[in-house]
Protein backbone atom coordinates (compact mmCIF):
# COMPACT_ATOMS: atom_id res chain seq x y z
CA UNK A 1 0.00 0.00 0.00
CA UNK A 2 0.84 3.69 0.02
CA UNK A 3 0.59 4.65 3.35
CA UNK A 4 -0.13 8.58 2.86
CA UNK A 5 -3.15 7.48 0.28
CA UNK A 6 -4.41 5.22 3.28
CA UNK A 7 -4.21 8.19 5.63
CA UNK A 8 -5.50 10.34 3.57
CA UNK A 9 -8.82 7.74 3.66
CA UNK A 10 -8.92 7.23 7.29
CA UNK A 11 -8.96 11.39 7.64
CA UNK A 12 -12.13 11.43 5.29
CA UNK A 13 -13.16 8.35 7.36
CA UNK A 14 -13.17 10.95 10.49
CA UNK A 15 -14.08 14.03 8.87
CA UNK A 16 -17.11 11.81 8.06
CA UNK A 17 -18.04 11.06 11.75
CA UNK A 18 -17.95 14.43 12.66
CA UNK A 19 -19.98 15.77 10.07
CA UNK A 20 -22.77 12.49 11.26
CA UNK A 21 -22.09 14.15 14.55
CA UNK A 22 -22.83 17.40 14.04
CA UNK A 23 -26.07 16.81 12.04
CA UNK A 24 -27.07 14.27 14.55
CA UNK A 25 -27.12 17.41 17.24
CA UNK A 26 -28.63 19.87 14.70
CA UNK A 27 -31.89 17.04 14.58
CA UNK A 28 -31.95 16.68 17.41
CA UNK A 29 -32.32 20.45 18.55
CA UNK A 30 -34.57 20.97 15.80
CA UNK A 31 -36.69 17.79 16.50
CA UNK A 32 -37.06 18.36 20.54
CA UNK A 33 -37.83 21.95 19.66
CA UNK A 34 -40.71 22.11 17.45
CA UNK A 35 -43.54 24.17 19.17
CA UNK A 36 -46.29 21.77 18.87
CA UNK A 37 -47.75 19.45 21.42
CA UNK A 38 -50.41 16.46 21.51
CA UNK A 39 -49.23 12.49 21.25
CA UNK A 40 -48.45 13.04 17.27
CA UNK A 41 -45.44 14.91 18.44
CA UNK A 42 -44.74 12.89 21.38
CA UNK A 43 -44.57 10.05 18.41
CA UNK A 44 -42.58 12.10 16.41
CA UNK A 45 -39.64 12.21 18.81
CA UNK A 46 -40.16 9.15 20.16
CA UNK A 47 -39.27 7.35 16.67
CA UNK A 48 -36.43 9.75 16.56
CA UNK A 49 -35.00 8.56 19.52
CA UNK A 50 -35.25 5.21 18.91
CA UNK A 51 -34.59 4.33 15.65
CA UNK A 52 -33.00 7.57 13.25
CA UNK A 53 -30.82 9.15 15.96
CA UNK A 54 -29.15 5.78 17.37
CA UNK A 55 -28.75 4.79 13.18
CA UNK A 56 -26.91 8.01 12.86
CA UNK A 57 -24.54 7.15 16.22
CA UNK A 58 -23.63 4.00 14.80
CA UNK A 59 -22.80 5.53 11.25
CA UNK A 60 -20.75 8.05 13.29
CA UNK A 61 -19.02 5.12 15.61
CA UNK A 62 -18.79 2.76 12.45
CA UNK A 63 -16.75 5.39 10.65
CA UNK A 64 -14.55 6.06 13.72
CA UNK A 65 -13.56 2.38 13.86
CA UNK A 66 -13.20 2.42 10.33
CA UNK A 67 -10.49 5.21 10.16
CA UNK A 68 -8.99 3.97 13.12
CA UNK A 69 -8.00 0.70 11.10
CA UNK A 70 -6.76 2.70 8.58
CA UNK A 71 -4.15 4.68 10.41
CA UNK A 72 -3.49 1.25 12.02
CA UNK A 73 -2.54 -0.53 8.73
CA UNK A 74 -0.06 2.57 7.57
CA UNK A 75 1.53 2.25 10.48
CA UNK A 76 2.17 -0.96 10.29
CA UNK A 77 3.05 -0.81 6.60
CA UNK A 78 5.58 2.08 7.71
CA UNK A 79 7.21 -0.60 10.00
CA UNK A 80 7.04 -3.21 7.41
CA UNK A 81 8.74 -1.41 5.08
CA UNK A 82 11.87 -0.62 7.07
CA UNK A 83 12.26 -4.34 8.20
CA UNK A 84 11.63 -5.78 4.58
CA UNK A 85 11.59 -4.97 0.84
CA UNK A 86 11.33 -6.48 -2.52
CA UNK A 87 8.89 -9.29 -3.31
CA UNK A 88 7.61 -9.37 0.45
CA UNK A 89 6.71 -5.81 0.02
CA UNK A 90 4.93 -5.98 -3.08
CA UNK A 91 3.31 -9.01 -1.90
CA UNK A 92 1.95 -6.48 0.86
CA UNK A 93 1.29 -3.98 -1.26
CA UNK A 94 -1.02 -5.99 -3.72
CA UNK A 95 -2.97 -7.70 -0.41
CA UNK A 96 -3.72 -3.99 1.46
CA UNK A 97 -4.65 -2.41 -1.89
CA UNK A 98 -7.15 -5.33 -2.38
CA UNK A 99 -8.32 -5.18 1.02
CA UNK A 100 -8.79 -1.57 1.25
CA UNK A 101 -10.60 -1.05 -2.19
CA UNK A 102 -12.90 -3.61 -0.53
CA UNK A 103 -13.18 -2.06 3.12
CA UNK A 104 -14.00 1.72 0.54
CA UNK A 105 -16.56 0.04 -0.79
CA UNK A 106 -18.19 -1.85 2.11
CA UNK A 107 -17.80 2.05 3.64
CA UNK A 108 -19.55 3.68 0.78
CA UNK A 109 -21.85 1.22 0.01
CA UNK A 110 -22.93 1.36 4.03
CA UNK A 111 -23.22 4.82 4.06
CA UNK A 112 -25.09 5.33 0.50
CA UNK A 113 -27.36 3.04 1.96
CA UNK A 114 -28.39 4.86 5.58
CA UNK A 115 -28.40 8.45 3.93
CA UNK A 116 -30.75 7.10 1.89
CA UNK A 117 -32.40 5.53 4.93
CA UNK A 118 -31.98 9.01 6.78
CA UNK A 119 -33.44 10.89 4.32
CA UNK A 120 -36.22 8.87 3.66
CA UNK A 121 -37.11 9.05 7.33
CA UNK A 122 -37.16 12.86 7.58
CA UNK A 123 -38.98 13.11 4.76
CA UNK A 124 -41.90 10.90 5.82
CA UNK A 125 -41.52 12.95 9.35
CA UNK A 126 -41.83 16.31 7.63
CA UNK A 127 -44.83 15.12 5.82
CA UNK A 128 -46.00 13.56 8.82
CA UNK A 129 -46.10 17.24 10.32
CA UNK A 130 -47.27 18.63 6.87
CA UNK A 131 -50.33 16.41 7.39
CA UNK A 132 -50.55 17.04 10.96
CA UNK A 133 -51.09 20.97 10.89
CA UNK A 134 -53.16 20.99 7.86
CA UNK A 135 -55.57 18.84 9.62
CA UNK A 136 -55.38 21.35 12.48
CA UNK A 137 -55.92 24.19 10.17
CA UNK A 138 -58.73 22.25 8.37
CA UNK A 139 -60.28 22.36 12.10
CA UNK A 140 -60.15 25.60 12.55
CA UNK A 141 -60.79 27.54 9.62
CA UNK A 142 -62.92 24.45 7.52
CA UNK A 143 -62.93 25.38 3.59
CA UNK A 144 -60.56 28.49 4.15
CA UNK A 145 -57.46 25.51 4.50
CA UNK A 146 -56.82 24.96 1.03
CA UNK A 147 -53.28 24.27 0.15
CA UNK A 148 -53.41 26.03 -3.00
CA UNK A 149 -54.47 29.90 -1.84
CA UNK A 150 -52.11 32.26 -1.44
CA UNK A 151 -50.80 32.54 2.38
CA UNK A 152 -51.20 36.05 3.07
CA UNK A 153 -54.71 35.90 1.89
CA UNK A 154 -55.45 32.56 4.07
CA UNK A 155 -53.60 35.22 6.80
CA UNK A 156 -55.49 38.23 6.15
CA UNK A 157 -58.84 36.89 5.61
CA UNK A 158 -59.12 34.10 7.93
CA UNK A 159 -56.51 34.11 11.18
CA UNK A 160 -56.77 38.30 11.72
CA UNK A 161 -60.60 38.76 10.86
CA UNK A 162 -60.80 35.50 13.28
CA UNK A 163 -59.11 37.83 16.09
CA UNK A 164 -61.09 40.27 15.24
CA UNK A 165 -64.42 38.77 15.04
CA UNK A 166 -63.68 37.13 18.20
CA UNK A 167 -62.95 40.25 20.16
CA UNK A 168 -59.62 39.24 21.13
CA UNK A 169 -57.91 42.14 18.80
CA UNK A 170 -58.89 45.47 19.15
CA UNK A 171 -57.06 47.82 16.26
CA UNK A 172 -58.44 50.89 15.72
CA UNK A 173 -56.95 52.57 12.75
CA UNK A 174 -57.89 55.95 13.51
CA UNK A 175 -55.01 57.82 14.75
CA UNK A 176 -54.77 61.61 16.41
CA UNK A 177 -52.41 64.57 16.09
CA UNK A 178 -50.61 65.04 19.10
CA UNK A 179 -48.65 67.94 17.86
CA UNK A 180 -44.99 68.92 16.23
CA UNK A 181 -41.89 69.73 17.34
CA UNK A 182 -38.88 70.90 15.35
CA UNK A 183 -35.51 69.37 16.54
CA UNK A 184 -33.07 72.29 16.64
CA UNK A 185 -29.18 71.96 15.73
CA UNK A 186 -29.58 68.73 13.88
CA UNK A 187 -27.69 68.10 11.30
CA UNK A 188 -28.07 67.28 7.73
CA UNK A 189 -27.56 63.76 6.41
CA UNK A 190 -24.63 62.96 4.28
CA UNK A 191 -24.94 59.63 3.17
CA UNK A 192 -27.07 56.46 3.81
CA UNK A 193 -25.59 55.89 7.05
CA UNK A 194 -26.84 58.94 8.65
CA UNK A 195 -30.12 57.95 7.38
CA UNK A 196 -30.11 54.69 9.70
CA UNK A 197 -29.32 56.96 12.30
CA UNK A 198 -31.74 60.02 12.15
CA UNK A 199 -34.49 57.14 11.52
CA UNK A 200 -33.14 55.17 14.95
CA UNK A 201 -33.49 58.20 16.96
CA UNK A 202 -37.34 57.75 16.57
CA UNK A 203 -37.98 55.22 18.81
CA UNK A 204 -36.35 56.94 21.76
CA UNK A 205 -36.61 60.30 23.76
CA UNK A 206 -35.28 62.99 20.61
CA UNK A 207 -32.96 65.20 22.54
CA UNK A 208 -33.21 69.41 21.82
CA UNK A 209 -36.50 69.39 20.72
CA UNK A 210 -38.48 72.52 20.67
CA UNK A 211 -41.10 72.05 22.88
CA UNK A 212 -39.36 69.53 24.31
CA UNK A 213 -40.97 65.79 25.17
CA UNK A 214 -40.28 62.92 26.99
CA UNK A 215 -41.17 59.97 24.70
CA UNK A 216 -43.44 57.64 25.58
CA UNK A 217 -43.16 54.33 23.44
CA UNK A 218 -46.32 52.80 24.56
CA UNK A 219 -48.57 55.75 23.94
CA UNK A 220 -47.24 57.54 20.70
CA UNK A 221 -45.19 57.55 17.91
CA UNK A 222 -42.67 59.86 16.50
CA UNK A 223 -42.80 60.42 12.61
CA UNK A 224 -39.57 62.49 12.12
CA UNK A 225 -39.73 64.85 8.78
CA UNK A 226 -36.67 66.10 6.93
CA UNK A 227 -37.20 69.02 4.22
CA UNK A 228 -34.05 68.70 2.12
CA UNK A 229 -33.95 71.33 -0.53
CA UNK A 230 -31.24 69.47 -3.89
CA UNK A 231 -28.79 70.83 -6.22
CA UNK A 232 -31.33 71.47 -8.16
CA UNK A 233 -33.23 73.60 -6.44
CA UNK A 234 -35.90 71.41 -5.70
CA UNK A 235 -37.89 70.76 -1.87
CA UNK A 236 -38.35 67.39 -1.23
CA UNK A 237 -38.83 65.16 1.92
CA UNK A 238 -37.53 62.81 4.18
CA UNK A 239 -40.17 60.94 5.92
CA UNK A 240 -38.92 58.52 8.79
CA UNK A 241 -40.97 55.46 9.69
CA UNK A 242 -40.25 54.15 13.15
CA UNK A 243 -40.11 50.35 14.03
CA UNK A 244 -42.12 48.04 15.95
CA UNK A 245 -42.55 49.23 19.24
CA UNK A 246 -45.28 49.45 22.82
CA UNK A 247 -46.32 46.55 24.51
CA UNK A 248 -44.41 43.19 24.19
CA UNK A 249 -45.09 40.37 21.72
CA UNK A 250 -44.48 37.39 24.79
CA UNK A 251 -45.16 38.47 28.46
CA UNK A 252 -42.81 37.90 31.01
CA UNK A 253 -43.97 35.27 33.42
CA UNK A 254 -42.19 33.79 36.94
CA UNK A 255 -41.18 30.81 36.70
CA UNK A 256 -39.34 28.97 39.67
CA UNK A 257 -38.28 32.46 40.44
CA UNK A 258 -36.87 32.95 37.16
CA UNK A 259 -38.56 35.86 34.65
CA UNK A 260 -39.08 33.28 31.61
CA UNK A 261 -40.97 34.83 28.54
CA UNK A 262 -43.35 32.20 28.03
CA UNK A 263 -46.31 33.00 25.56
CA UNK A 264 -49.64 34.49 26.98
CA UNK A 265 -52.23 35.12 24.39
CA UNK A 266 -54.83 36.73 26.47
CA UNK A 267 -52.02 39.00 28.26
CA UNK A 268 -50.57 40.27 25.26
CA UNK A 269 -53.60 40.77 23.10
CA UNK A 270 -54.98 43.42 26.11
CA UNK A 271 -51.54 45.08 26.01
CA UNK A 272 -51.90 45.46 22.26
CA UNK A 273 -55.65 46.39 22.45
CA UNK A 274 -54.72 49.15 25.21
CA UNK A 275 -51.89 51.41 24.18
CA UNK A 276 -52.00 54.12 21.83
CA UNK A 277 -48.62 52.99 19.63
CA UNK A 278 -49.95 52.70 16.23
CA UNK A 279 -46.88 50.96 15.91
CA UNK A 280 -47.27 48.27 18.07
CA UNK A 281 -46.59 44.58 17.55
CA UNK A 282 -50.52 44.03 15.80
CA UNK A 283 -49.93 46.69 13.36
CA UNK A 284 -47.61 44.19 11.83
CA UNK A 285 -50.69 41.65 11.64
CA UNK A 286 -52.35 44.31 9.91
CA UNK A 287 -49.29 45.94 7.53
CA UNK A 288 -48.81 42.65 6.03
CA UNK A 289 -52.26 41.67 5.36
CA UNK A 290 -52.44 44.52 3.30
CA UNK A 291 -55.16 45.85 5.57
CA UNK A 292 -56.16 49.37 6.28
CA UNK A 293 -54.15 50.23 9.57
CA UNK A 294 -52.92 52.44 12.68
CA UNK A 295 -48.90 52.43 11.44
CA UNK A 296 -50.05 53.49 7.79
CA UNK A 297 -52.58 56.52 8.81
CA UNK A 298 -49.91 57.71 11.07
CA UNK A 299 -47.42 58.20 8.32
CA UNK A 300 -50.32 60.27 6.27
CA UNK A 301 -51.67 62.19 9.36
CA UNK A 302 -48.07 63.42 10.15
CA UNK A 303 -47.02 64.10 6.50
CA UNK A 304 -50.31 66.52 6.54
CA UNK A 305 -49.09 67.60 9.75
CA UNK A 306 -46.22 68.68 8.76
CA UNK A 307 -47.42 70.72 5.12
CA UNK A 308 -45.61 68.45 2.97
CA UNK A 309 -47.47 70.06 -0.79
CA UNK A 310 -49.47 67.24 -3.07
CA UNK A 311 -47.15 66.31 -5.43
CA UNK A 312 -44.14 66.61 -4.06
CA UNK A 313 -41.04 64.15 -3.78
CA UNK A 314 -40.43 62.05 -0.73
CA UNK A 315 -38.15 59.18 0.56
CA UNK A 316 -39.07 56.75 2.77
CA UNK A 317 -36.73 55.70 5.21
CA UNK A 318 -37.96 52.20 7.78
CA UNK A 319 -36.93 50.12 10.24
CA UNK A 320 -38.38 46.54 10.83
CA UNK A 321 -41.80 47.26 10.63
CA UNK A 322 -41.39 51.37 8.99
CA UNK A 323 -39.86 49.45 5.76
CA UNK A 324 -43.43 47.27 5.64
CA UNK A 325 -45.29 50.51 6.50
CA UNK A 326 -43.57 52.19 3.50
CA UNK A 327 -43.76 49.67 1.13
CA UNK A 328 -47.84 49.47 1.76
CA UNK A 329 -47.89 53.12 1.28
CA UNK A 330 -45.88 53.06 -2.04
CA UNK A 331 -48.14 50.12 -3.48
CA UNK A 332 -51.51 52.82 -2.78
CA UNK A 333 -51.76 54.85 -6.43
CA UNK A 334 -53.69 57.13 -4.35
CA UNK A 335 -50.87 58.13 -2.11
CA UNK A 336 -47.93 57.36 -4.38
CA UNK A 337 -48.56 58.92 -8.03
CA UNK A 338 -52.07 60.83 -6.81
CA UNK A 339 -51.00 62.83 -3.27
CA UNK A 340 -47.33 62.40 -3.44
CA UNK A 341 -44.38 61.11 -5.77
CA UNK A 342 -42.28 58.40 -3.94
CA UNK A 343 -39.40 58.20 -5.38
CA UNK A 344 -37.34 55.97 -3.12
CA UNK A 345 -37.55 53.35 -0.10
CA UNK A 346 -34.20 52.94 2.03
CA UNK A 347 -35.06 49.96 4.94
CA UNK A 348 -32.89 48.16 6.86
CA UNK A 349 -34.26 44.74 8.16
CA UNK A 350 -38.11 45.18 6.65
CA UNK A 351 -40.28 42.61 4.71
CA UNK A 352 -40.64 45.13 1.86
CA UNK A 353 -41.47 42.49 -0.87
CA UNK A 354 -44.80 42.34 0.26
CA UNK A 355 -45.76 44.93 -2.28
CA UNK A 356 -45.07 46.76 -5.42
CA UNK A 357 -44.94 49.93 -5.57
CA UNK A 358 -48.03 51.93 -7.58
CA UNK A 359 -45.12 54.05 -9.56
CA UNK A 360 -42.97 52.17 -11.29
CA UNK A 361 -40.10 54.88 -10.88
CA UNK A 362 -39.69 53.91 -7.40
CA UNK A 363 -36.76 52.73 -6.20
CA UNK A 364 -37.41 49.94 -3.07
CA UNK A 365 -33.45 48.73 -1.38
CA UNK A 366 -33.74 46.86 1.99
CA UNK A 367 -30.59 45.59 3.42
CA UNK A 368 -31.08 42.62 5.23
CA UNK A 369 -28.80 40.16 7.74
CA UNK A 370 -28.26 36.49 7.06
CA UNK A 371 -26.31 34.03 9.00
CA UNK A 372 -22.60 34.04 8.57
CA UNK A 373 -19.80 33.33 10.95
CA UNK A 374 -21.72 31.45 13.38
CA UNK A 375 -23.78 34.92 13.89
CA UNK A 376 -27.74 34.88 13.07
CA UNK A 377 -29.54 35.92 10.67
CA UNK A 378 -32.40 38.43 10.62
CA UNK A 379 -35.66 36.73 10.06
CA UNK A 380 -37.96 39.91 10.10
CA UNK A 381 -36.97 40.30 6.19
CA UNK A 382 -38.14 36.75 5.44
CA UNK A 383 -41.11 37.06 6.31
CA UNK A 384 -42.10 38.22 3.17
CA UNK A 385 -41.58 35.14 1.45
CA UNK A 386 -39.88 36.70 -1.31
CA UNK A 387 -42.96 38.31 -2.51
CA UNK A 388 -45.06 35.64 -1.74
CA UNK A 389 -48.62 37.81 -0.65
CA UNK A 390 -51.93 38.07 -1.34
CA UNK A 391 -51.23 40.68 -3.98
CA UNK A 392 -48.12 38.07 -5.83
CA UNK A 393 -49.20 34.97 -4.69
CA UNK A 394 -46.37 33.75 -7.13
CA UNK A 395 -43.57 35.85 -5.80
CA UNK A 396 -43.16 39.27 -6.36
CA UNK A 397 -40.24 39.74 -9.64
CA UNK A 398 -40.73 43.56 -9.44
CA UNK A 399 -36.92 45.08 -10.38
CA UNK A 400 -37.45 48.08 -8.42
CA UNK A 401 -37.48 45.99 -5.19
CA UNK A 402 -34.86 44.52 -3.80
CA UNK A 403 -33.12 43.09 -1.00
CA UNK A 404 -29.06 43.40 -0.61
CA UNK A 405 -27.64 40.87 1.91
CA UNK A 406 -24.73 40.84 4.47
CA UNK A 407 -23.32 38.85 7.02
CA UNK A 408 -24.03 40.20 10.83
CA UNK A 409 -21.79 41.65 11.94
CA UNK A 410 -20.43 40.64 15.60
CA UNK A 411 -20.41 43.50 18.26
CA UNK A 412 -17.38 45.98 19.23
CA UNK A 413 -15.68 45.78 22.37
CA UNK A 414 -17.98 47.26 24.91
CA UNK A 415 -21.04 46.88 23.52
CA UNK A 416 -23.70 44.17 24.14
CA UNK A 417 -26.80 43.15 22.31
CA UNK A 418 -29.52 42.19 24.24
CA UNK A 419 -29.54 39.08 22.55
CA UNK A 420 -28.49 37.52 19.36
CA UNK A 421 -31.79 38.21 17.52
CA UNK A 422 -31.29 41.67 18.41
CA UNK A 423 -27.61 41.53 16.58
CA UNK A 424 -28.91 40.53 13.39
CA UNK A 425 -31.76 42.85 13.69
CA UNK A 426 -30.93 46.09 15.78
CA UNK A 427 -30.43 49.20 13.50
CA UNK A 428 -27.88 50.97 15.73
CA UNK A 429 -26.40 49.30 18.85
CA UNK A 430 -26.26 51.77 21.97
CA UNK A 431 -24.58 51.04 25.29
CA UNK A 432 -26.42 50.43 28.06
CA UNK A 433 -26.36 54.04 29.00
CA UNK A 434 -27.59 54.94 25.41
CA UNK A 435 -24.89 57.53 25.30
CA UNK A 436 -22.70 55.96 22.91
CA UNK A 437 -23.78 53.59 19.71
CA UNK A 438 -21.12 50.92 18.07
CA UNK A 439 -20.15 52.07 14.56
CA UNK A 440 -19.22 48.77 13.04
CA UNK A 441 -22.25 46.23 14.31
CA UNK A 442 -26.23 46.72 13.98
CA UNK A 443 -27.50 47.86 10.04
CA UNK A 444 -25.86 50.92 10.70
CA UNK A 445 -22.36 49.60 10.58
CA UNK A 446 -23.54 47.01 7.89
CA UNK A 447 -24.18 50.01 5.73
CA UNK A 448 -21.50 52.37 6.66
CA UNK A 449 -18.69 49.49 5.92
CA UNK A 450 -20.58 48.04 2.59
CA UNK A 451 -20.69 51.77 0.74
CA UNK A 452 -18.57 50.03 -2.43
CA UNK A 453 -21.68 46.77 -2.51
CA UNK A 454 -23.18 47.50 -6.09
CA UNK A 455 -26.67 47.99 -4.65
CA UNK A 456 -25.85 50.66 -1.57
CA UNK A 457 -23.43 52.33 -4.38
CA UNK A 458 -26.19 52.51 -6.29
CA UNK A 459 -28.72 53.60 -3.91
CA UNK A 460 -26.15 56.53 -2.68
CA UNK A 461 -25.61 57.61 -6.07
CA UNK A 462 -30.01 57.97 -6.63
CA UNK A 463 -30.69 59.86 -3.82
CA UNK A 464 -27.29 61.54 -3.38
CA UNK A 465 -27.66 65.94 -4.74
CA UNK A 466 -31.36 65.07 -3.57
CA UNK A 467 -31.73 64.09 -0.73
CA UNK A 468 -28.16 64.45 1.10
CA UNK A 469 -24.84 65.60 0.19
CA UNK A 470 -22.72 68.03 -1.68
CA UNK A 471 -25.21 70.62 -2.88
CA UNK A 472 -28.02 69.47 -0.82
CA UNK A 473 -29.72 72.02 2.10
CA UNK A 474 -31.60 70.78 5.36
CA UNK A 475 -34.21 73.40 6.08
CA UNK A 476 -37.12 72.31 9.04
CA UNK A 477 -36.20 68.99 10.80
CA UNK A 478 -39.79 68.21 12.61
CA UNK A 479 -40.84 65.60 14.62
CA UNK A 480 -44.58 64.54 14.46
CA UNK A 481 -46.12 63.06 17.53
CA UNK A 482 -49.10 60.46 16.64
CA UNK A 483 -51.24 58.20 18.78
CA UNK A 484 -53.73 55.88 18.11
CA UNK A 485 -57.37 56.52 18.95
CA UNK A 486 -58.85 54.95 21.91
Known amino acids: MIPEEVRAQADRCATGAEQISSLQQRLDGIVRGTSWAGPDRDDFVSTWTSDAAPGLARLETLLTE ?44 WFRDRAEEVEDWFQDRVEDVEDWFRDRFHDTFGDAADPDRPWAEIFAEDVVEMLVEDEKLDHPSEVEVLGSREITGSEAPENLEDLVLD ?25 RIQTVTGADGVERYIVHVPPTQGAPMIKNHKVLGHDTKIPDVDATLDGWNEQGQPFGWDNNLYAMAGMENAGANAVKEAMREAGIPEGSEIAFVGHSQGGLVAAQLADDPSFNGGSYQVTDIFSVGSPVQTYTPADPRTDVLNV ?3 EEAGNKGDFVPTLDLEGGSHSHPDGNPAPNVRDVTFGTPGPSDGFTPDSDEHQAHDSVLWNKGDTAYDPDSAYYGTVRNNGDDPALAAKDERMRGKYFGEGTSMGEDVVVDVRRSQ
Not at 73 to 78: G, I, K, L, P, R
Not at 208 to 221: Q, S, V, W
Open 66 to 109: HAAELRGEAEEQDRVSGEEAGDHLASLFDDAGEWLWERAEDVGG
Open 199 to 223: NDESRRTIPGTEPPREYDPMDEAQI
Open 368 to 370: QHV
